[in-house]
C-alpha cells in the first residue's frame, strides 16, 4: 500500500509535458491491476496524503501534485480525530487502515 502510494505521488508530481496523459493513466492501470489495489481507495487515498505531509514536513516545501490521479480528502470528523492521536508514521498499514475503516486498535 505505502509503495503504490509513493508511486502514485511520484507519477503526479511529473511534469505535465514529460508524460502524455494516456500513458500516465494506462500506467496507474497497470499497478492497479498488478497490485490488486484499488488506487482509488480511501486507503491509498489517506497514505498518499499522510506520505505527501511526511514529505512536506521534512523537506520544508510540498511536492507538486498534478492532479491527474487526484488524492480525495476524508470528510469524516471521527476519523480526524483519530488521526490526530496516532503516531505520524506513514509505514504503519495497521493504523492506516484502521483509521480509514474506522475501527480501532
Do not use: H, W
Not at 508511486?7 to 499497478?31: G, H, Q, T
Not at 486507503?43 to 491527474?68: C, E, F, H, T, W
Not at 471521527?78 to 495497521?94: G, L
Amino acid at each position: 500500500v505505502i509503495a503504490v502510494a509513493a508511486i502514485l505521488n511520484s507519477l503526479e508530481n511529473l511534469p505535465k509535458d514529460s508524460l502524455p496523459l494516456n500513458e500516465r493513466i494506462r500506467y496507474a492501470e497497470v499497478i492497479s491491476m498488478a497490485t490488486g489495489l484499488d488506487i482509488f481507495s480511501p486507503v491509498i487515498n489517506s497514505v498518499r496524503i499522510r506520505l505527501l505531509d511526511s514529505y512536506s514536513r521534512s523537506s520544508g516545501y510540498p511536492l507538486a501534485q498534478v492532479g491527474i490521479l487526484p488524492i480525495i480528502e476524508s470528510k469524516q470528523s471521527t476519523t480526524n480525530k483519530i488521526t490526530a492521536v496516532i503516531d505520524e508514521s506513514p509505514a504503519c498499514v495497521m493504523k492506516e487502515r484502521s483509521i480509514t475503516l474506522d475501527l480501532s486498535i
